[in-house]
């Protein structure tokens, strides 16, 4: 079955780095789409990042100039790396694929 499993999430000061990885069995990686997500307590999920099976992201406005997500799809991991982090960045970071399949999620803190 498909299995999803984030990591790399933690607690940050205001201007750093994370990197977030996604690990993914269960289906033929190579041939989909996979984004990221991120969701604060009480509001819904919000798209951050998406990478074709060929490797073109796209970014909300948001996030871009400061996420950037790559996959690598040998290991079926996708990552998302986050540089000058703000606390509003603050969330449970989740990964997705199509067909309505979610990770657990990582929490992300991002101190002032």
Known sequence: QVQLWESGGGLVQSGGSLRLSCEASGFTFSSYTMSWYRQVLGKERELVATISPAGNSNYPDSVKGRFAMSRDNDKKTVYLQLTNLKPE??????????????GRGTQVTVSS
């Open 89 to 102: 960045d603050t969330a449970v970071y989740y990964c997705y694929r199509s067909g309505g399949f979610w």
